[in-house]
């Protein structure tokens, strides 16, 4: 995938920089650096810290403006269980899980790859759920001007299921709602559309 390389070529006293704190850490928590296994480690996790939060290099806008196309389609467009992969700002530990988001286009819709593609900009960023959920609802209601728009993410977060509670089963789910979507029977619809099995 392009940006990964992008990062490898044009990046590189970055990733250096990362690499030598990560090095720091192995050493601090009581590893040998130098161990066979261990030799790679730092830069590995400096490009893998890199490639994780490449949203910030990143313009979502930029993306949904590339493939908006003027048409006169005014239902509801929905696109369900767009995987999703952040870290929590407060432990830099993963939280993933699905997004669920839907449209009602105003004179304009958008190539249906850049919604998934917009998910990940925010989401390769250090995040909160709820600022992730915001982000993409902001984006999508200030760019492509929609009737509305709705956003819901549910998911698990490696910060509880390793550590502190250690609750393994729980799934935190956040929504926001734009536009058409504030009126209630707007948004059941979208809501029964997302539970169900046929899509
Ligand atoms: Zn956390």
């Given at each position: 995938m392009a940006p990964y390389q992008n990062l490898e070529e044009y990046n590189i006293n970055v990733t250096n920089e990362v690499k030598d704190r990560f090095s720091k850490i192995i050493d601090e928590i009581?590893?040998?650096?130098?161990r066979e296994g261990l030799q790679k480690t730092p830069e590995r996790a400096a490009k893998a810290m890199l490639f994780l939060t490449q949203g910030y290099r990143q313009d979502a806008e930029e993306i949904l403006k590339s493939a908006m196309f003027k048409e006169d389609y005014d239902d509801m467009v929905i696109i369900k269980d767009i995987e999703v992969y952040s870290l929590c700002e407060h432990h830099m530990l993963p939280f993933f899980g699905k997004a669920h988001i839907a449209y009602i286009p105003n004179g304009h819709i958008v190539g249906l790859s850049k919604i998934p593609r917009i998910v990940d900009v925010f989401a390769?960023?250090?995040?909160v759920q709820e600022r992730l959920t915001h982000d993409i609802l902001e984006c999508i209601n200030d760019t492509l001007k929609p009737q509305g728009v709705a956003v819901v993410i549910e998911a698990s977060h490696m910060c509880m299921m390793m550590r502190g509670?250690?609750?393994?089963n729980s799934v935190t789910t956040t929504s926001g709602f734009r536009g058409q979507f504030e009126k209630i029977e707007t948004r059941n619809e979208f809501l029964k559309l997302i539970s169900s099995d046929l899509s």
């Open positions: 009581g590893e040998d650096v130098n390769r960023r250090l995040q509670v250690q609750k393994q």
